[in-house]
């Protein structure tokens, strides 16, 4: 065989390799379905409503307050108040989904620094926040921590 039979066969091979790999990939629904922290059905939950329950804690430290605050000036227009979610708009805080050993601190910052591709929820990608420190986002961890904590997530 010449050069370009050789060419031509080798770029039939591997097109049907990468077709074959392709094939096998799962669903992005397969993908989701067997995520092993997936987001609530809230098909029940009126369009703008909390979606989680969130008790609070009898007291918030210092840092948590600062970091309400915060929370309350910039996140809460979507992630609801007390980082419980609002259905169609945003997901809660107070969730397992943000567990520290999942999304980690840095996350969160990332997050308001740089904005975020939608991967748990299907509320579409956040934005990047203007205007939050890396200061301000500490606090505001802080204060979802401490949410999460009353509510049994550590």
Request: negative net charge; aromatic residues 8%; proline residues 8%.
């Amino acid at each position: 065989m010449n050069f370009w039979g050789w060419f031509v066969g080798g770029f039939l091979v591997l097109g049907l390799g990468a077709a074959g790999w392709q094939a096998f990939q799962p669903t992005p629904a397969q993908t989701a379905q067997g995520h092993s922290m997936v987001p609530p059905d809230t098909s029940d939950i009126p369009q703008g409503a909390p979606i989680a329950n969130v008790s609070l804690p009898a007291e918030l430290s210092s840092g948590a307050q600062m970091g309400q605050r915060a929370f309350e000036a910039k996140c809460a227009a979507c992630h609801g108040e007390n980082a419980a979610g609002q259905n169609g708009v945003a997901p809660p805080l107070v969730n397992k989904i943000y567990e520290p050993n999942h999304h980690s601190d840095a996350a969160f910052l990332n997050a308001a620094q740089n904005g975020v591709r939608s991967h748990h929820w299907n509320f579409g990608n956040m934005p990047p926040i203007e205007g939050l420190t890396k200061g301000d986002v500490k606090l505001i961890v802080a204060y979802v921590r401490e949410l999460q904590r009353a509510n049994g997530i550590n």
